[in-house]
């Protein structure tokens, strides 16, 4: 079992930057991807970002392309969104997801096993 714990979230202006940070506990010995997700009221939850075991080639979605990176610190068992330029329609709970499995699509909230409560990001305009 992995529990994670997001923080970092909060109200923003349009253009400011936050950054969230997503702290894994229990299992984390083993090699998790970790990814974020976001959920607007009335709409699905929606792929973010996800970044592998060594930190290598982190996906994105186009809508936060050259906006957000995604790191982690495996010393600290913790993965982080950093993010920048930020759009009113960025507003949303942002999930941290983890899962070890090996997957053909990492995108998709089912490919996720563990989740965190979320955190909120409100973007004023």
């Known amino acids: 079992q992995v529990q994670l714990v997001e923080s970092g979230g909060g109200l923003v202006q349009t253009g400011g930057s936050l950054r969230l940070s997503c702290a894994a506990s229990g299992r984390t010995s083993r090699p998790y991807r970790m990814g974020w997700f976001r959920q607007a009221p009335g709409k699905e939850r929606e792929f973010v970002a996800v970044?592998?075991?060594?930190?290598?080639?982190?996906v994105y979605a186009d809508s936060v392309k050259g906006r957000f990176i995604i790191s982690r610190d495996n010393a600290k068992n913790t993965v982080y969104l950093q993010m920048n330029s930020l759009k009113p329609e960025d507003t949303a709970v942002y999930y941290c997801?983890?899962?070890?499995?090996?997957?053909?699509?990492?995108?998709?909230?089912?490919?996720?096993?563990?989740w965190g409560q979320g955190t909120q990001v409100t973007v004023s305009s």
């Open positions: 997801a983890a899962d070890s499995a090996v997957r053909m699509s990492i995108t998709r909230p089912k490919d996720y096993g563990y």
């Open positions: 970044i592998n075991w060594s930190g290598s080639s982190p």
